[in-house]
């Protein structure tokens, strides 16, 4: 199928009529009546630090103008900077709450927007490899992140009566097998870390190596690892529905109750243990790290 069609080129018309749409959803917004706008500036992530678990954020709250400003011009900012990782997507969370119903512009303009993310990265799934599909969108648009680009836009038409944010931790756990292990290790020993002296990482392979092999056949271990964490909205509607989503980019809000209120997002510090509503992944694996090279756990016995 991908040979039938000029890829390339679908692209590029894809994000012309992508941007166009946008730059008239930043025009529309900019000039409809604002009831309250506040976002939440985060740190960007530097280049090589993509998989590097997050210690602490600052989140700096920007409102009025300067606020409608940073999250209108969020919904364009497809593209890394100097420094700056291209793997990782910049979030800028908030809320843009108009003071009326505006009628129908905004929304339709927000469902051709999020059509042509979709169509654009159906687009992108045609070049069925890997390595060829990373080299020709980035020679096509240099720098692009492309899952910035692809983020659906939000927009909700219902009474609201608040929106407010928290962080969501995430863990990736899965079981592995002893020779899949093996494997990995064998595969690590010539992708020394900057963390580890040369001598150092090859024995930290050939130890874990012999911790593997010294385990029955059958042991169960867990491949555990801590998801970078991501800002979440809690949506409250009028009539008591609660809502839990991603807030990556400002969520609009079209039909804000008359109290209508936007909450805070707090600085994160990783040190500091959530209160409530998160499984702790712990359970199912021992606290000690079984392997030193390899995020690695042996599971807890029920």
């Known amino acids: 199928m991908a040979g039938q069609i000029d890829i390339p080129g679908k692209l590029r018309e894809q994000m012309e009529r992508l941007e166009s749409e946008i730059q008239s959803l930043q025009e529309l917004l900019s000039q409809a009546p604002i009831r309250q706008v506040r976002v939440f500036q985060l740190p960007r992530t530097k280049s090589g630090e993509e998989h590097e678990p997050y210690e602490k954020l600052t989140s700096e709250p920007f409102e009025s103008d300067p606020g409608l400003a940073m999250g209108v011009r969020a919904f364009s900012e497809f593209y890394g900077r100097f420094g700056e990782s291209t793997k990782a997507v910049f979030r800028l969370p908030g809320v843009i709450a108009l003071e009326a119903d505006p009628g129908e512009a905004i929304a339709a303009c927000v469902e051709s927007i999020n059509q042509l993310k979709q169509e654009f990265a159906q687009t992108v799934q045609l070049i069925e490899d890997r390595n060829a599909r990373f080299e020709i969108v980035h020679r096509l648009f240099p720098m692009l992140i492309t899952l910035q680009a692809t983020r659906q836009i939000q927009y909700y038409n219902e009474e609201m009566r608040s929106v407010t944010f928290t962080w969501g931790r995430k863990s990736s756990i899965r079981v592995v097998t002893r020779e899949e292990l093996l494997e990995n290790l064998r595969n690590l020993q010539h992708q020394k870390p900057i963390a580890f002296e040369p001598e150092r990482w090859e024995e930290a392979i050939n130890e874990d190596m012999i911790k593997l092999l010294a385990l029955p056949k059958d042991t169960e271990l867990r491949y555990r690892r801590d998801l970078k964490v991501r800002p979440m909205a809690n949506l409250l509607l009028a009539d008591g529905t609660k809502k839990l989503r991603e807030a990556n980019l400002p969520i609009i809000i079209a039909n804000p109750a008359e109290n209508f209120r936007i909450g805070i ?38």
């Open 265 to 302: 997002l707090p600085n994160f510090d990783a040190s500091v243990k959530p209160k409530r509503g998160r499984k702790n992944p712990q359970r199912l694996t021992e606290e000690e790290r079984f392997l030193t090279c390899l995020p690695v756990y042996r599971a807890k016995e029920a």
